[in-house]
Every structure is written in structure tokens, then in C-alpha cells.
């Protein structure tokens, strides 16, 4: 079923290998253990066989060479040391949208079967962060069975559990061999439990030293129980071992009779050949982020916090302002401002009004800013491992970026409308309501899907978490606005600050209205250039792109955390 020839295994491009010429067979229909002292390179075998980690040499499913990853991903499945899944979802919403996602054609049926195979019908409504250890390793296989894999590779899914939930999930793999006919390689460091495996392969610092049954293991090292096994590898050194296993055949051979097993056809591959369409993918992601939104407590409670405290901290820094800001726009032929211009107390009272209206729209750009950094820096980082996993199964890269985009961006966009209203109403800012709305609109969804696409490219949320606020911080220093930049940079900077757009397209929407003069007053103190709102949505809506091109790659490219 799946084999490899001369396989190594390396951390990273360029870095010595880890795993080194490995030539391993795993026969279709059978139970295969993996077994070796830790640190010796089981795991990254298994991740070298699936492309998760860089490998040279041969790989080989169903006796013909995988050129590519996605090649043998239509067949192979990888159930990790620990379930990957969303803790506030319930077991069978969680294995309910993998099954939309991998499979074209769903139905109860199927949902139902997968529960009662790995024992957890009767935990179909408890909520994934409430199982125990045992229960979320055979949720981890029910979600990788949801691809309907030929193969499937499993990530000492039995380590840290006590005997009766180790042999639960060693009945589960039994069953998959007997019942359904799939190949099953399992990490497993119990070697009391290799009675249970019909091959045994052991990996000793980096190299494949045997492969065979029980029976044959305790033979070819000389020992009476297998327990023994690792002081005996540890009683010489690995070139030893190497020179007394028995080699595989060469590649070309194994390729010739396809592995030895014409009785094991191939078997169907639904889930890759009928996997559902972008579209469909993407309602089943919507669906279940926001029923993940409605039920994170912390974080619905943060978002609300700030989409609707920050606006009043806006209004609270207004309040003694507002009456300066009424009167004056009370003359609607702009009498006080020919009045005041004819005392000498025109020019302070023109530049305190300007500089609270300038910073009053300011302080609101800003703060959406802060929200859209919370809206998508952790967004894709946090939960990179559950998407690499998903993608493996058959979940398409564009549906997952699109349908984060959809939801950073229309929460973004929202706060935005809402800063918007709550202000105006308010501090009876006057101006269009539509290109002020527009223009927040567009800083809150653009900022958030900025900061969606630095989640994309890193694995790590705290870090994607710091990046984002140093980018909300270098927003007010260099939008020119508060201070004065030094002419040969504004125009270098100027198009990557959100906070300049947004700030210029809220304030020109003042310009020319016959019941307020802010905008004259505004100018009078900093004469400059102002982008009016259509320039202003025009640049917010390229960093939008440039965003989600970022979020795009970011999501195509492998990114194991």
C-alpha cells in the first residue's frame, strides 16, 4: 500500500536529516506498529511519508513513485498525538462539518456509522472541550475517517492513556483492518501491545533497523519478550543494526508488482473525487465560525466590549468640546467665523476647534484600527494546525481564506458603521452620512483583513497578535496628521496609512456644507493636501486587496506550526 526507498527525512529545507535512508514497506489491510526509543524519528517518518516535512528519495502508494504530496493525500489520512478540533463545538457538529466539508454527497447516515465505530454516539452532544484524553483521540480518528482514507497514519494516538482507553482505540484500528480493509500505521510506544499488530517496524536514531511480526522481531534481536527491545539496540551501535536487517527490494521492483498485492484493489476515493464544490465548503466554514463566535464567552464579550465602549470613549473625550463644536456651525453663512476672523481671538479659537474635530475623527480611526486588529490577527494563526489538518483531508485553501475574509471583513465593517452612528449622533458631527459611514466601513474592514493576512503568514497568534498592534501603533506617529513628517517622507508612507485615508476622506465630507464651518477651520490650521472620500475608499480598498492576497498565499502555503 504504501512504501518508501532511501527517505530523508529533514526538519527544513537545507538542514541535516533527521530520518535517513529509510526503506520501510506497510502492506494494504493491516495493523502496522511503529515503534523505536523516543526521539529516534518515528513521527518525522510519518510526516516525511506525507510531505509535512521536506524528504528526498522515493515514496511510493500502491507500487507507483508520488511526485507530488496531493498524490498520496487522496488516499492517506494523519490522526496527530492529539485531536485537532474546535473545543466549542459538540462532537457531532464537529465531525458533522468535516464530513460537509470532505464529502460531496452527506447524509445522517454516514454521521451516525462514524460515531458508532469509534464509540462516542453517546457523547454526540458534549461539547469537544469536555471529553476525556481517550474520547478526543477517537474523535481525532472519526474526523480523519470523515475523508474515507485508504490509509491511515496514526501519531502514538494511544500515548498518556490509561490500559482501558488504550485498548479502546486499539480496537477502533483493529476494526478499520478487519471490517473495512484499510491500512493502518500507528506510532505506539506500549511495546506490550505489539501482539495486537500483524508488522512491526522499528526506527533507531534516524534509521529503519527491522520490519517483520512479532515473532520475527524477537528472533532477529535475540530476546524473549519485546520489552527487552531497546537495551538490546542500545547494546551496539546503529551501523550494527543496519549491516544485520535485511534489505528491501529495490524501487523498481516494487514498482513492477505493485507492492505484492494484486488481491488488495484499490479502493474508492470518495471524499477526493466527489469532495464539495468551493461554495459549499464555504457556507459549511461560515456556519460553523459563527457558531464558534456566538460561543466563545471570552471573545464574544471582548468583541462587544470594544465595538461598543470605544465609541463612547470617543464621545466622553467630546463631551467638553461639544458646545464649542455646535456653535460653531449654528450660523449657516458662516456669520461667527466672519466675526471672529474681525477679533484678534479668531485665530485661537479656530485652532481649538480644529485641532478637537481633527482629533476627535482621528481617535476614532484609530480605535477601529485597534479593532481590526483584534478581528484578524489571531484569526487564521490560531487554528493553523486544524486548517493544515482540514487541507490534508480535502478542504480547499481558497474556500478557508475566503470564507475568513468574509467573516474579518464584514465584522470589521460593521464596527466601523456602528462607530459611525454612534459618533454622529452624539457629537452632531455634521457632514454626508454616506461617505462617512462608507469611509469607516472601509478602515474597520481593511485593517482587519490586513491583520488576517499577517495571521496567514505566521504560525504562531502571540506573534501575530504583537505584529498587528505594532502596525496599529506606527499609524498615528507617521499619518502626518498629529505630527509634522518631514516632507521627503510623507509621500513615501502616506499610501500604507490607514489612519491618513481615513482621517481625510471623514473630514472632506464636511466640505461645502452651508450649516458648518469645521472644515474651513480645520484647514486654516494645516492648509495641506486632503484626500476627498472617493481617493480615500480607493486606497483603503487596495489595502484591502493587498490584504487578502496576503491571506490567499498565506493559506496556500504549508505552514505547520
Request: charged share 15%.
Amino acid at each position: 500500500m504504501l512504501a518508501c526507498r532511501q527517505l530523508d527525512v529533514l526538519p527544513r529545507a537545507g538542514a541535516a536529516a533527521l530520518v535517513h535512508g529509510a526503506d520501510a514497506d506497510f502492506a494494504a489491510g493491516q495493523l502496522h506498529a511503529l515503534i523505536g526509543p523516543s526521539g529516534c524519528g518515528k513521527t518525522t517518518l510519518l510526516k516525511g511519508l506525507l510531505g509535512i516535512l521536506p524528504a528526498r528519495g522515493d515514496i511510493l502508494l500502491r507500487g507507483r513513485r508520488v511526485a507530488r504530496a496531493e498524490e498520496l493525500l487522496r488516499e492517506v489520512a494523519f490522526a496527530p498525538q492529539f485531536s485537532i478540533a474546535h473545543g466549542k463545538l459538540s462532537v457531532a457538529e464537529a465531525l458533522d462539518a468535516a464530513l460537509r466539508l470532505y464529502r460531496k454527497n452527506h447524509d445522517a447516515g454516514r454521521l451516525a456509522a462514524l460515531l458508532g465505530l469509534v464509540g462516542l454516539a453517546e457523547r454526540a452532544d458534549t461539547v469537544v472541550e469536555k471529553l476525556s484524553g481517550g474520547q478526543l483521540r477517537r474523535l481525532g480518528l472519526a474526523l480523519e475517517l470523515a475523508a474515507e482514507p485508504a490509509c491511515l497514519l496514526c501519531d502514538e494516538v494511544t500515548s498518556g492513556l490509561d490500559p482501558r482507553s488504550e485498548d479502546q482505540i486499539l480496537a477502533v484500528l483493529r476494526r478499520l483492518v478487519s471490517e473495512q480493509q484499510r491500512t493502518v500505521l500507528c506510532v505506539i510506544h506500549n511495546l506490550a501491545k505489539l501482539d495486537q499488530f500483524d508488522t512491526v517496524t522499528v526506527v533507531y536514531e534516524g534509521a529503519v533497523v527491522f520490519q517483520g511480526s512479532l515473532p520475527a522481531l524477537l528472533d532477529h534481536f535475540g530476546i524473549q519478550d519485546a520489552l527487552f527491545l531497546y537495551d538490546r539496540l542500545a547494546e551496539h551501535p546503529l551501523d550494527h543494526w543496519r549491516q544485520r536487517r535485511v534489505p528491501a527490494p529495490p524501487a523498481r521492483a516494487v514498482a513492477e508488482v505493485a507492492c505484492d498485492e494484486p488481491s488488495a484493489p484499490p479502493r474508492p476515493t470518495p471524499a477526493q473525487a466527489a469532495r464539495p464544490a468551493l461554495v459549499s465548503q464555504l457556507i459549511t466554514l461560515l456556519v460553523r465560525r459563527g457558531r464558534l463566535f456566538m460561543r466563545d464567552r471570552a471573545t464574544l464579550l471582548l468583541t462587544a466590549a470594544i465595538t461598543f465602549g470605544f465609541p463612547c470613549l470617543v464621545v466622553i473625550f467630546a463631551l467638553g468640546g461639544l458646545p464649542q463644536l455646535r456653535g460653531l456651525g449654528l450660523e449657516q453663512n458662516g456669520g461667527i467665523l466672519e466675526t471672529l476672523q474681525a477679533r484678534a481671538e479668531f485665530r485661537h479659537a479656530a485652532a481649538n476647534t480644529a485641532t478637537l474635530v481633527s482629533g476627535l475623527i482621528l481617535f476614532q480611526v484609530i480605535l477601529l484600527c485597534l479593532m481590526g486588529s483584534n478581528n484578524g490577527a489571531r484569526e487564521i494563526a490560531g487554528e493553523r494546525a486544524l486548517f493544515e489538518k482540514e487541507r490534508m483531508a480535502g478542504l480547499r485553501p481558497g474556500a478557508y481564506a475566503a470564507a475568513k475574509l468574509l467573516f474579518v471583513s464584514g465584522l470589521g465593517a460593521a464596527q466601523g458603521v456602528w462607530m459611525t452612528v454612534f459618533v454622529k449622533l452624539l457629537c452632531a458631527f455634521p457632514g454626508a452620512w454616506l461617505p462617512q459611514l462608507a469611509v469607516l466601513a472601509a478602515v474597520g474592514a481593511s485593517m482587519s483583513i490586513v491583520c488576517l493576512g499577517i495571521s496567514a503568514l505566521l504560525t504562531s497568534p502571540d506573534r501575530a497578535s504583537l505584529l498587528s498592534i505594532y502596525l496599529v501603533g506606527f499609524q498615528l506617529p507617521l499619518s502626518g496628521v498629529v505630527l509634522a513628517l518631514p516632507a521627503a517622507l510623507v509621500w513615501s508612507v502616506r499610501p500604507f496609512i490607514a489612519t491618513y485615508w481615513g482621517w481625510s476622506g471623514y473630514l472632506t465630507a464636511m466640505r461645502d456644507l452651508p450649516d458648518s464651518r469645521f472644515y474651513d477651520a480645520v484647514m486654516l490650521l494645516d492648509p495641506g493636501w486632503l484626500a476627498g472620500a472617493p481617493a480615500a475608499l480607493a486606497i483603503l480598498g487596495i489595502h484591502a486587496v493587498l490584504g487578502a492576497a496576503l491571506v490567499f498565499w498565506g493559506c496556500a502555503t504549508q505552514r505547520w506550526p
